[in-house]
């Protein structure tokens, strides 16, 4: 299955079906992380029920230093 | 007290987490400062390299307030985004608005600010708006209802401290919400100096984080913001053309 995730295409296997899973896939699964799918920004407890499908264009994106 | 919307805070700095030295200077200078709002940023994670730390994961969330910015964002649809992707971590409402108009001195675009503003108080944020020190532009955010106003003392990251400390107590004086100095600072008698004019706090990264010492800075700035603020509300002496002797004339011939 094939994502554009932050800007890349990244290909991941095919047994991935849930938001969730895309975290684990990536060993994220510990970190704040917070996720947009197709422009739709999800709440957190949404992560294990949305569907991850080929095509989607996902945002992964964290809080990072600032002023 | 400093009140917020619906949160209340003690301490009267707020304090950004940009370019410290590394993570343990950065916790020191933020335990230091006595800070209890910490200001961050949203950006895209690089997911290949999930184990790079970062500062955020580091703290007791439960002890701050966490007050992401819009940094970054060009227009009110930006800054509306970012802040919406903020507010999805669950762990905050509030959002600093920053809508940057001009690459080269970094101010803040006074049209797309007042929408951005205007659509996260909609949304129920808790909305506190970078502004330039525009008088009629922070009544006109005051008036959207944000929950307070932060105009700069100067452009962010300049050190160059309040170079317009009469638009600022024009802001002060006619703003019900908070005002806080939000940008500019660079030294402690900067802070302090935004205190005494009757500012309610203030906002500052790159003083502390690029100072030499920055958990020493941190803690400089906590004493001169709590000196300023005691100072405004003891209330200073007018100022005078001539001297006048503090010891009494009487009795001088004896």
């Known amino acids: 299955m094939e994502l554009r995730i932050n800007g890349q295409l990244v290909t991941v296997p095919e047994s991935i079906s849930t938001v969730l899973e895309l975290i684990h896939h990536f060993n994220l699964e510990n970190r704040m992380i917070i996720v947009e799918q197709n422009q739709t920004i999800l709440e957190k407890k949404e992560h294990e029920i949305t569907k991850v499908k080929n095509g989607d264009i996902l945002e992964l994106v964290q809080f990072v230093g600032g002023g | ?254």
């Open chain 2, 1 to 254: 007290m400093l009140k917020i919307g619906k949160y209340t805070f003690h301490s009267r700095l707020l304090l950004g987490t940009g370019k410290y030295p590394d993570f343990d200077i950065q916790k020191r200078a933020v335990e230091v400062s006595g800070a209890e709002i910490l200001t961050f940023t949203v950006r895209r994670m690089n997911i290949f390299e999930p184990s790079q730390p970062n500062f955020l994961e580091k703290l007791n969330l439960e002890n701050y307030s966490l007050l992401p910015n819009t940094a970054g964002a060009k227009c009110a649809q930006e800054a509306v985004r970012h802040a919406q992707l903020a507010k999805a971590s669950g762990l905050c409402d509030m959002i600093k608005v920053e809508v940057i108009g001009c690459d080269k001195t970094l101010l803040p675009d006074p049209v797309e600010t007042l929408k951005a503003t205007e659509e996260l108080i909609k949304e129920g944020f808790t909305v506190l708006p970078y502004t330039s020190d525009d008088v009629v532009l922070a009544r006109r955010l005051e008036e959207l209802g944000a929950h307070a106003i932060m105009p700069g003392a100067s452009p962010i990251g300049s050190g160059q401290g309040i170079i317009n400390p009469v638009n600022l107590r024009f802001i002060i004086e006619q703003t019900k919400v908070p005002v806080i100095v939000d940008a500019g600072i660079g030294s402690p008698s900067d802070a302090s100096l935004a205190m005494e004019l009757g500012a309610d706090a203030v906002l500052l990264n790159t003083a502390v984080s690029s100072a030499n010492d920055p958990v020493m800075m941190a803690n400089a700035m906590r004493l001169a913001i709590e000196g300023g603020r005691f100072g405004y509300e003891a209330g200073r002496i007018p100022k005078k053309r001539y001297a006048t002797a503090s010891s009494p004339m009487e009795g001088m011939s004896v």
